[in-house]
């Protein structure tokens, strides 16, 4: 009859030589572990919490009011803690956007938390994230001179990306963009500082319009720019420009039959 090689045997008998020596204990260490952890769920005065450590840095939270929230939803030693608990009532926080909570023992919690951190307004709801994520949190006078876009409440990343972009852009040649919204109908309108309106239409063409625009702006000297009030460029192969006069009234000039206002022909 073949034999098994030696190491074949060896390595089938190895744990079995282990569960033989180990079964003996389980028992043991069953009546071991119910109690303490019977004792730890049922006796707070074991392993409490006896100290909250909150990290981060904050511009609009505030650490009392987050330590307050972490102590209001914890019940419990450190083992019977509800740490998803404790998450989910801090991410509650406008301002909040990702929570850690870890036990250090033997009795101290760490509450590690990111801010959100505004680069826009989107429209009356809130604030938007780099990544074009919508948190509606209460400003102040610093986030009140950010941006303000506005567009259909899924557009919210599509919008932001293409404020960046035009942003870029415009600000090469002098223009200062300030607001950018999107209709439901899928035309945009972008506001410059010093409140100039300026009207792209609608999105298949945008590239092309922005385009006209910046070649416009560049021939514009910067007082010019300044008194620039609006522009459309929802022409085939043109714009229309209106501009203030040096005296705060409107230029009322007649050009190309458009009263008070700059036609501009096509321009290569």
Do not use: C
């Amino acid at each position: 009859m073949r034999k098994r090689p030696p190491s074949v045997a060896r390595t089938g008998a190895a744990p079995r030589r282990v569960q033989r020596r180990l079964w003996p204990w389980l028992p043991v260490a069953v009546l071991f572990l119910v109690p303490v952890f019977w004792l730890q769920r049922h006796m707070p005065s074991l392993w409490p919490i006896l100290n909250v450590e909150v990290r981060g840095e904050f511009q609009h939270l505030r650490v009392a009011r987050l330590r307050g929230l972490v102590e209001q939803h914890l019940r419990g030693n450190m083992l019977a803690a509800n740490l998803e608990e404790v998450s989910a009532a801090l991410l509650s926080e406008a301002w909040v956007e990702t929570v850690t909570v870890r036990r250090l023992w033997p009795n101290r919690l760490q509450v590690e938390l990111r801010e959100q951190r505004p680069v826009v307004r989107w429209g009356e709801e809130g604030f938007l994230n780099a990544r074009g994520e919508l948190f509606p949190a209460r400003g102040n006078a610093e986030t009140a001179r950010l941006p303000l876009l506005r567009g259909p409440p899924d557009a919210t990343r599509v919008v932001l990306s293409h404020y960046l972009a035009l942003r870029k852009g415009f600000a090469a040649t002098g223009l200062y963009l300030e607001n950018l919204e999107l209709s439901t109908r899928g035309a945009w309108v972008a506001g410059l500082r010093g409140g100039a309106r300026i009207y792209l239409g609608q999105t298949e063409q945008l590239a092309r319009r922005v385009r006209r625009l910046l070649r416009y702006a560049v021939t514009l000297s910067a007082e010019r720019k300044a008194l620039l009030r609006r522009v459309d460029l929802r022409y085939d192969g043109g714009l229309a420009a209106l501009h203030a006069a040096p005296e705060h009234s409107l230029d009322m000039r007649s050009v190309g039959g458009i009263a008070g206002e700059d036609a501009v022909g096509e321009i290569p």
